[in-house]
């Protein structure tokens, strides 16, 4: 038996990375569940390398929504005493693109035991939250709401403004591959998940 956690992501600007390099911090234009769990680890006081603590949360299947598009920009960065091959530090120039005004949904579908644990954090939380980024800080609470009864979860999520025209990604059994399962954040560890744009694929 599932239980559902409703999160509103919204803010100035938003970053989703799930491919980069140094030099180049691209963003997706939806949320990864990377990211997302990276929200609840911070609530619930996870250390980046809490490999465990990572596997439970990542048992979380995910739905996110696009309720309202905005732009994405590109933001110039020089990091100063970056260490190089030849043993001196150096200047780099990076680039790094963020999402402006986007408003997203995320329904998060798992035990009730640990939805009751993720939405007593997000109301208190250990560390503060950010939308992909540190410097990324949400415009609104995070926190919507959990919830047990389907048709409850739908009505919430219709107030929020989810409908059968939002562009969603959700998980499921078929679909695409992502490297988006966070094993160790310390060490950039990842793990593969299916995702499907199909709202009907996901556990309701």
Known sequence: MFKYLVLRLIGPMQSWGLKASFDERFTETMPTKSGVLGIIGAALGLKREDESGLKELSSLKML????????????????????????????VVTNRQYLCDYKFIVVLAGSPELIDRCSSALKNPHWFTSLGRRSCLPSEPIYVGAYSDISLLKESLSKLGYNEECRIICESDTGS????VPINYAKREFSVRQVSGNPADFCW
């Open 177 to 180: 591959l992502e490297n988006d």
């Open 64 to 91: 996110a929504a696009c309720v309202k598009d905005g732009i994405i920009i590109k933001d110039f960065h020089t990091v100063m005493d970056v260490p190089c091959a030849e043993g001196r530090a150096k200047t």
